[in-house]
């Protein structure tokens, strides 16, 4: 069966590693990600945005997923990814989904601790694990885009009191990182990720991991950073794969050929990433 992301990100905790959370859209992406993560024994989370759930649907998403947990050793949980409508959050853990993040990051504080609590208290007695975002990203994964001006980093202090308040399992942080790629390199503030990680002491979660430099990753996760989440940088590799298919094949129209043709692709950087996260081995 699918697991909750609560003992996963306790034991990447305790050993110094990540584990990683691929945002996935159908069959081929999730069979991908959960090979991959067999192949190297890594424990993973598959990642759904709302606009996921939309386009596959949540009964099918689910049921893919408990098929591969059936058939493969390692822990696979499966997860919503920035979540801000609580109902749809009640109705998709009733469903079958192990973990949730509710991100209500771009509300002010007392109400992003409001709707955190509701989320937390509903999802505690299914044993299902909740994620919040204290700060914003900017960038945009899916339909949800922050501009520059609009981006906040993480203030450790706060943070102490939202993971106090909202009784959360993990922590979304902004410290420099952005949805999608980066027009250069990007810079992380490892001050203040450890400075909230002296003060914080449940897991914390990294997004926007597409484009961050693998060194970078490496102190995150040494500062305490015990989930990280990559999307774009998996999308990116299948798209061209299935591009260089048609311009050889222009003719194609066989599914199981150009699906193919993106999946080897993805599959490598899906392992590379896992290596990235130091996650392989660990089951
Ligand atoms: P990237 O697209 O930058 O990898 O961000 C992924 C993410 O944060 C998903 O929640
Ligand atoms: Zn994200
Ligand atoms: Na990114």
Avoid: W
């Amino acid at each position: 069966t699918i697991v909750s992301t609560k003992e996963m990100l306790l034991d990447a905790q305790k050993r110094k590693y990540a584990v990683p959370a691929f945002n996935i859209h159908n069959l081929e992406t999730i069979r991908i990600v959960v090979e991959a993560a067999q192949e190297l024994k890594s424990p993973v989370i598959l990642a759904v945005t709302p606009s996921t759930v939309e386009y596959a649907g949540a009964e099918y998403l689910i049921a893919i997923a408990r098929v591969a947990a059936l058939k493969h050793s390692i822990p696979i949980a499966l997860h919503l990814d920035h979540f801000n409508d609580i109902k749809l959050i009640k109705k998709y853990i009733d469903l079958g989904f192990s973990s949730a993040m509710i991100d209500a990051s771009h509300d002010p504080f007392e109400e992003n601790i409001k709707k955190t609590k509701e989320i937390v208290e509903y999802a505690k007695n299914l044993g299902v694990t909740v994620e919040a975002e204290l700060g914003r990203l900017v960038g945009q994964e899916d339909d949800l885009v922050v501009e520059e001006k609009d981006s906040v980093f993480t203030n450790p202090t706060m943070a102490l009191e939202f993971a106090e308040r909202t009784n959360i399992d993990s922590l979304a942080v902004a410290i420099g990182t952005a949805h999608g790629l980066y027009k250069s390199e990007p810079k992380l503030d490892f001050d203040r990720l450890s400075q909230i990680k002296e003060k914080v002491s449940i897991p914390l979660v990294l997004h926007g991991a597409s484009g961050v430099p693998v060194e970078s990753i490496g102190k995150s996760i040494e500062l305490g950073i015990c989930k990280v989440n990559i999307a774009t940088e998996l999308k990116i590799p299948f798209a061209d794969g299935v591009k260089k298919f048609f311009q050889k094949n222009p003719d194609a129209s066989d599914p199981r050929k150009y699906l193919s043709a993106g999946m080897l692709p993805m599959k490598e950087v899906v392992m590379e990433k896992i290596k990235m996260c130091k996650s392989e081995g660990k089951v």
